[in-house]
């Protein structure tokens, strides 16, 4: 099969790789009909090739049609429509009862001391093949698979495998009260739907994002959009009687703009052998906070700060007196995609599609043009804000 490969920094190829088997009699197999490029892939394509190998096949966004059930597999069938969550949970554990799917105890990754395990996602998280391909295997199928039960196109389903459900527990966790202003911090993809799911929810949203065609897909959403300045803190202050606003998502992660010299460290960690660099990034302050730190300042005292980006440093810098001084909550953590699935389903099939997720593809193509769509993503260039994949259209 034809699968996207990480080859090195800033290096994925589609490779020929030998198609994935039953390993495990709870396993099965999906034939991919879309898998889209997530911005946490772009950690993978920039910064995170120490815990990578040569030729791991990225991706955790995918869905599609199973073709073969191992003999233990009791709720799929050859034929059925699925999406395939990124995290790969037991769903029977103490943490996957109490809905922290991405906690897994069955699947944690304790090398590492990480949690669950993810598709495409590093040794980190297990290196389990990813879904940037033709083929995928799903362990723990009965569990780690989405029904879809209609024809309705991918585009209705596909970002229940991540996005959708991130942007949905981020907003859950800001807890954002009834009459309550939320500020997002970054308008990519998550950034999108955070917005989305705050003003279906009937709050009023003020969203900051350097890049013009993404503030412009998000007012087409009726979102209060803002470029990142100098002053985007007094100005969102300003607009929230001077307080700050009730709840901030930080929808941006490691690799926000600012913090030079954190940034020159990140470009270090690619020259260093694996080991050296392994050890720094698990260890070393290697995050950029200027989201943080702007969330921090945002909100009120007393409100909430909710972080959806990814961060990997375990040695950075918080504000820990201003956090202690303005009484801010902070929630953060991996999605617990089943743990929403049950709500978001009914909105999605929702032909007035409240959550627009009919509008967030910008880019659709064969896996074929997968490196060439990283490099567009990455650059922020030809007002690419979500890539989709069609690694199968049979």
Not at 45 to 68: A, K, T
Not at 203 to 229: K, Q, W
Not at 249 to 254: F, M
Request: glycine letters at 10%; one cysteine or more; charged letters at 25%.
């Amino acid at each position: 099969m034809k699968a996207l490969t990480w080859q090195g920094k800033r290096t994925v190829t589609v490779e020929e790789v030998p198609d994935p088997v039953i390993q495990q009699p709870e396993d099965a197999i999906i034939r991919v009909t879309s898998s889209a490029i997530c911005g946490s892939d772009l950690h993978l394509y920039e910064l995170l090739g120490p815990f990578l190998d040569r030729g791991d096949i990225l991706g955790h966004e995918p869905m599609g049609v199973v073709v073969e059930v191992g003999a233990d597999v009791k709720t799929l069938a050859v034929g059925d429509r699925v999406v395939i969550p990124f995290n790969i949970a037991c769903g029977e554990c103490y943490l996957c009862r109490r809905g922290f799917q991405s906690q897994c105890e069955t699947t944690q990754v304790r090398e590492y001391g990480s949690g669950a395990a993810l598709f495409g996602y590093t040794k980190l998280y297990g290196q389990v093949p990813g879904g940037q391909a033709e083929y995928l295997r799903v362990p723990l199928a009965d569990y780690n698979h989405i029904p879809i039960a209609s024809d309705l196109p991918d585009e209705r389903y596909l970002f229940l495998s991540d996005i959708l459900p991130t942007a949905w527990q981020g907003v859950e966790y800001a807890q954002v009260p009834d009459d309550g202003t939320l500020v997002v911090m970054g308008l990519g993809p998550v950034g999108q739907f955070v917005s989305r799911i705050g003003r279906h929810r009937g709050h009023r949203v003020l969203a900051v994002d350097p890049v013009p065609e993404r503030r412009a897909m998000a007012e087409r959403h009726g979102i209060e959009t803002f470029d990142l300045t100098d002053t985007i803190v007094d100005e969102l202050r300003d607009l929230t009687d001077g307080r700050g606003a009730d709840s901030v998502v930080d929808a941006v992660g490691l690799e926000a703009h600012g913090n030079a010299g954190v940034e020159f460290v990140q470009k270090a960690v690619g020259v260093l052998p694996d080991p050296a660099a392994r050890q720094l990034l698990d260890k070393a302050g290697v995050d950029r906070l200027a989201a943080v730190y702007a969330s921090i300042d945002t909100v009120r005292r007393g409100g909430t700060v909710s972080l959806s980006g990814v961060y990997a440093g375990d040695a950075d810098i918080m504000p820990m007196k201003t956090l202690f001084d303005k009484q801010i909550t902070l929630r953060m953590g991996q999605c617990n995609v089943k743990n929403w699935v049950d709500e978001l389903v009914p909105l999605v099939e929702d032909i007035a599609d409240p959550l627009g997720v009919m509008d967030l593809t910008t880019h659709s193509a064969p896996l074929d043009d997968a490196p060439e769509l990283y490099r567009t993503f990455q650059k922020k260039e030809d007002g690419c804000i979500k890539v989709v994949l069609r690694p199968s259209t049979v």
